[in-house]
């Protein structure tokens, strides 16, 4: 996934299913400098810092965000 991709999901509406190793997580916040992005894991919710790069977008809306 690049930067914008990652900035969009962030953005949306939606939920759209993002992965990182093949586990389903939530991109918390991006960090546009070092191109990171802080996740948690949907299963562990564990917290850790990751590239942008490594993360896939399913493009599978999986609901709405609550606002």
């Not at 939606?14 to 960090?31: Q, R, T």
């Not at 894991?41 to 977008?57: A, P």
């Amino acid at each position: 996934m690049d930067l914008h991709e990652a900035h969009e999901i962030i953005t949306s509406s939606n939920k759209i299913k993002v992965l990182y190793k093949g586990l389903p997580i939530w991109i918390e916040e991006i960090d546009n400098n070092s191109e990171t992005a802080q996740i948690r894991s949907l299963t562990t919710r564990e917290v850790m810092g990751v590239y942008v790069k490594d993360l896939v977008n399913t493009k599978e809306v999986v609901g709405k965000i609550n606002q």
